[in-house]
């Protein structure tokens, strides 16, 4: 099982292929030069939060998680708390951007999280969701529904429904936020291969590293989900993710996700 400080690297690992992806870019809204107040949901290490504090200096940056993981050493316009997004949000002043990404899987009502989002944001504020598939598509069926791959991804979905937070949740987002009340909604669908296929590149590289973030991720995913959703036990999701793990490796599935 992995301990706090493999999770810690592999939560960063990911901020690092995010910005990957996104040429460096550690947003899309599109905000005006200087901003007052920021929120980041869930955020994890923090390094977003951090980095978001450095572009933008004049702002004050909160992040909440409901783990105290983020580092003690943090810029002045920074601020870290411990909090449950799924409870009543008790903030004095509202925030000019609410930043929510990779939270998939541990939100159980994302109507009530992004309603809560738009009553606590400035008129003319921005939410920004980012979330990846926990889904590995492909344009040319090359993955096989025998594969343990997608076995492994089939019963992921089914226990997070049956525990109540879904991981794969993207799809709904546009309804959610619609329903919530914003306005000027802007979407980017971006295809992320989750192994070294591709020929170009720029998306090999990418490959690369999402092959070693999956590898490490499968077990964090499945191991209490299957466990007490799926009662399996610890040597049928070995045996089943040291599948997976080959099927990563496996330059003939074309696998992406989508995020
Ligand atoms: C996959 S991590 C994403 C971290 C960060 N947003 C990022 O992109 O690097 C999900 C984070 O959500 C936090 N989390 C889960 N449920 C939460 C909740 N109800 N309220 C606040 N944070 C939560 C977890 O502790 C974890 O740090």
Redesign the pocket.
Known sequence: MPNDEEEQER??L??HL?LLSYDGELYHAPLPKTIGRAL??????G??VMDFADMHPEAKVIG????A?QSGYVPQNVHFEV?????DWQYSQPFDYI?????????ANWQRLLQQAFDNLVPGGWVEL?EFDAWASTDDNSLPESSAYYQFQTLLGKASELFGKPVNVAKYFRKFVETAGFTNIGEDNRKVPLSPWPTTRKERNLGNYMQMAMSESLEPYALALFTKMLNWDNIMIQALLAGARNDLKNMDYHIYTTW
């Open positions: 939560l960063d990911m901020h995010f980041d949901i869930g955020c994890g290490t390094i977003w909440t998680d409901l783990s993981i909090d449950d997004a799924e409870e930043h929510i990404r990779g939270m998939g899987g541990a939100i980012v």
